[in-house]
């Protein structure tokens, strides 16, 4: 189904060119230095259900895109908060897929799902309402053999390591079941402590309260509370994690005193913060990550600027990410700030941005990753994990940043089976993104090589310090 | 003088491909769902009175961008407010126009002046101060020929149908003649109710009463003003019109409890609506408009985002639309929010958005009508109807919101002639933009002929209901 | 090193084209209306110093990116503000340059000094810790020699205008001793009054006295202010200044009754305005520049948009301009607004826009400059002078704009060597956007090759008055 030439320039000599230096890199293992996939499918190593299961309900790009043209969101097996009726039938879900595979065109999930179909399960034909039942078929076989459970799918992907992203009060049970296990495979967690950074979350108070517990500090008070990220965090490195993760609706930091910081917490516990308060609350705290990193060497992760749960009534029915999550234009500048000002300076600190206001790379983060020392970019994330996105990055990121302050690919998926296919994508358009750069005359063919496999491994296990 | 190669990809193989598709599309009739021709101009079909009424005066593309290097509007013949002195002399105003045709290199008027002078005139030099006097006599006769009256032209250029836009207060009459008149070509209406939902729009008190007037309702109350919206609406449904079109400053929509809603009403028809309550109301009416949309079956189209009449002196000398409207970022995550929160989730119900903010459309637009049931992309407009606008459009929604949420092309003009021109451009960015798709291998060939069709005919016809 | 088909598009046909319309422009001479190059250099015509004095310590590209990668300023020669020890060794900041030239890669720095090394001092070599050495010792070598100091470099550059940028109390002594000198060169200044316009500037009380000392105006008052600033032009004026420059932290403008803009200039002199009437005055002045530019002819140029000094603690060691100035988001259609509305519709007046914030170009600058006669659009700035960033600014400001609407190139650099490789960048991208044009079918060859030359040369030079 797929070219074997997707994704490369179309004129010959550039083609020629990104095809080469993509076999150079095509089979170097898989860093995954942040996702969300689900580390009890590696602890328990049990099957994936059936192909709807694996590639439809849980997958917010594909069940947005079919809900978009007014499928309900039932109709596609995705669970409703209140338990209510939806779809149970796989086949079913799964022919309605079928049915409607032809809305992704042009779209990534469509790369995505034919390079799993294709290259995980030898699938030969093109998914439509006449291929839908063989293909069910065919991947419901295969699913219940050795060879496609979570650990020996994690082998034939060739991954190296894999991140996942924990909330700062889970108990890593299932991390700690995989090192218990004697498994090889290197699946890592990391700290993701918006549940308890971020007063406005639900159940914010008792999420502390909780942290409190779990690390044996009395998080009742603002020092208490600091000594309990310091313990989850090392209790976290101990589970592989390298890195932080934070999610906040904007990019805003503070450096407050650390007095109005303790001040601010107080309320925050007693649920008495305003929508200002909270920002400010979670922008300091960013300050103060920041500063544990500096001590416990954890890479942070920023990821603003999403306007979470769009629809009051999807949130109602079916809870958080249900494809609902929309970007907003967000501002760097001044929103960093305090941060950089308080830290930036540091080279022993790696700070790596996210965006989903792409508008922000050529004016705002490309001139700030390419002159202070902590400040790294992260390549493309959601809605622009894709080849558009990916090339507009490097047109827009690289003249400023450079390379060298960009960290190689990130997946960032739940959606399991799509990892190869998301690096062979990444792999893709850098290698044409580059051999475009030789042809025109605006880098040397040896250094392009050095390029492809540093943009494909290195500065990811670098950055990620893997 | 036009290529027949024109705007497709340079590369051999992907151009040989573009015109492929391209041929098998550029026959289809042309549905232009919205846009400002006169419908008059078909109701009396008499013939248009020289080359410098068709292609210059009405035109504000060519009389901003001559204006822009210094010439006045009063060279051009344009209009003054006060009825004072303009130039009379129809060849003289050519003249100017074709002496500085140089200056719209590299512009879309420059590719449409030249489709039309060619394919509709059969002109074979390029426009200048040396021909400027040859092809205004060669058009002068034309005009004059059977052939080139306003209903034979509608024939010519192979127009299904066509949608003008009317006043919610405009008696139709010119619609209700051509009905009347027995002569088959599509021509309908379309609902544009600003007039009579933007408090500080001129006269709104007056036009407000005689909508009142018109629908036989009392408009001096909320309930019965929302009547009158239902009568008019009804009555330019029986002259055709499948849509509503809506041009405010911003995006913002409101969902207000119906007392607040009738409160600010009132105070619009008193004239006492500050900036924000004028703006609140408007964002209000967006809501009622689609649920009376709901109702009645008329898609929504929202055109937000100009800065209209930025200049004071010529907007005082020349009145509205002389080529001063310009556009403004735009919000529409938080902007669209009540209205998506009230009415998103319908399938029943088309809201088609469009931007003057290219920006919007990766990271707000795309996200938006790719997950919300009612909502659809409307294309490139205004400024952005151009190749290179039509191509970003493409990049930057595609990957996102996919293809079947978007709703073919728009031609959204009042210059007649450059209707063909500019369904013929469109036809061939998108043939374009799809042939490039297959040849990197992100679409197989049968799928991007069925795209083809689609995006050059069936969407549109589907979108708006016709 | 240099391809001598760098930059051009790689599809045979287009590259032939695009290489064609370079030839008949490269030899051009060069016009450099805006910069800041230093006139002491070409009034003494002493022998630069070192290499590393040439192409590491005075350019902020330069040491922004090595800094990014965790470099300090101080090895690298970067004086610091409180005189303490910096690297003296020029060799040694050279190596640590040459060692770290890798991050360069995809810049416009690596093209611009490759193109420096190669033409102007005959290195063969690629620049690393290996050449470092011997490339080294060659330019020491040659910078001793006659044929490298600035004015003959001024020649070999084939310059035939350049412009640097005073303040406007700057005694303009260097370009007073270049006149003296009987050298032929035509260096001029411009007259930027961003120090006594700027009630934030450092000293701005000290800085309106001593203009007022200068031009023997009392500058105390509102009305002898104004005067001091016409004597100041004027005598600018007679050192070759065809243009003013205004570096605002925003675009806004403001036309206000004269009583408020004296009263504000009041409280300015006293130190007492607040951000905001800081602001509003510095809005104000550049319509009061604007109105003095109608009287004495000279070319206005807005900068506007930095977030200058990003990082305190580098502003509190290093001082201003060492890489820590952010491009903002930048709003022009409001900001612009009153200014527009004063002398917009001048047609002998010249207003060029510069942005760091490309999104405006699509949306808001193209459409202004588009139909204001007295606006036009500068090339792409700083961080967006570069191959995209020209590139870019061509396909987004081209269609609604035209090319007559914009004015050439700027290479508003301080590094002078660069001077020849930024023209040379600018021609090969705007050749190649144009054969781009013709082999689309959207531009004649014959225009092509016209607007070849005045987008290098004719445009520049009667944009500018030179």
Redesign the interface.
């Known amino acids: 189904m ?2 074997e ?7 010959a ?2 083609r020629s060119r990104a095809r080469d230096l993509y076999n150079s890199v095509k089979d170097l293992p898989i860093i995954s230095p942040h996702g969300h996939t689900d580390p009890k499918w590696f602890a328990q190593n049990n099957a994936f259900a059936n192909p709807a299961e694996l590639f439809v309900t849980p997958d917010h790009y594909v069940f ?2 079919l ?4 499928i309900p969101l039932e109709a596609l097996g995705v669970p409703r908060a209140d338990g209510g009726a939806v779809e149970q039938n796989p086949r079913k879900i799964w022919r309605q897929f079928a049915d409607n595979y ?7 999930s ?2 995505w799902i034919d390079h799993a179909l294709q290259f995980t399960f030898g699938v030969t034909e ?1 998914l439509s309402s006449k291929t839908a039942d063989t293909i069910y078929d065919q991947i419901s076989d295969q699913l219940s053999q050795d060879a496609f459970l979570p650990r020996a799918l994690f082998d034939t992907f060739n991954i190296e390591a894999i991140a996942t992203t924990e909330s700062a009060i889970d108990d890593l049970r299932w991390h700690q079941m995989i090192r218990d296990s004697g498994w090889e495979g290197n699946v890592i967690t990391a700290y993701r402590p918006d549940a308890v950074i971020d007063p406005h979350f639900e159940g914010f108070a008792d999420n502390v309260a909780k942290m409190g517990e779990m690390s044996g500090e009395d998080t009742t008070t603002w020092s208490g509370y600091l000594t309990a990220h310091r313990n989850r965090r090392a209790f976290f490195k101990s589970n592989g994690a390298t890195s932080t993760d934070h999610g906040h609706p904007t990019a805003r930091t503070e450096d407050l005193p650390q007095q109005t910081a303790a001040a601010l917490f107080e309320k925050a516990l007693h649920g008495k913060c305003n929508a200002e308060e909270a920002d400010c609350f979670r922008g300091h705290m960013l300050t103060e990550m920041a500063r544990m990193s500096i001590d416990d060497g954890l890479v942070m992760q920023l990821h603003p600027g999403s ?1 979470r749960n ?5 949130f109602a029915q079916f809870g958080r990410d249900k ?2 999550d ?4 967000t ?1 760097y ?2 929103a960093l ?1 305090p941060l ?2 308080a830290v ?2 540091r ?1 022993d600190l790696t700070i790596i941005m996210f965006t ?4 922000a790379f ?3 983060l ?8 902590a ?1 790294r970019l992260g390549p493309p994330w959601w ?2 994990d ?4 990916m090339m507009r990055f490097r ?2 990121a ?8 960009t960290v190689g690919f990130n997946d960032d998926t739940r959606a399991f089976c799509s990892i190869p296919a998301r690096h062979d994508v990444a792999r893709r358009v850098d290698c044409s993104f580059l051999a ?2 030789v ?6 063919g040896d ?1 392009a090589a050095e ?1 492809a496999h540093d943009l494909a491994y290195r500065l990811a296990k670098e950055a990620y310090r893997l």
Chains 1, 2, 3 share one sequence.
């Open positions: 797929l070219s030439d997707r994704l490369f320039p179309s004129d000599k550039v947005r895109m809900h978009s043209q007014g032809f809305l992704f065109r042009g779209t990534p469509r790369i093109r306007f769009h629809s009051s009534d999807i494809g609902y929309i970007p907003t234009r501002d500048v001044t700030h950089l000002n930036g300076e080279s989903l206001d792409e508008t050529a004016r705002e490309a001139p700030l990753a390419g002159v202070y020392p400040l809605f622009h894709s080849f558009e996105g047109e827009t690289t003249e400023t940043a450079g390379f060298y302050n475009n750069l042809e025109t005359g605006r880098l040397n250094e390029l």
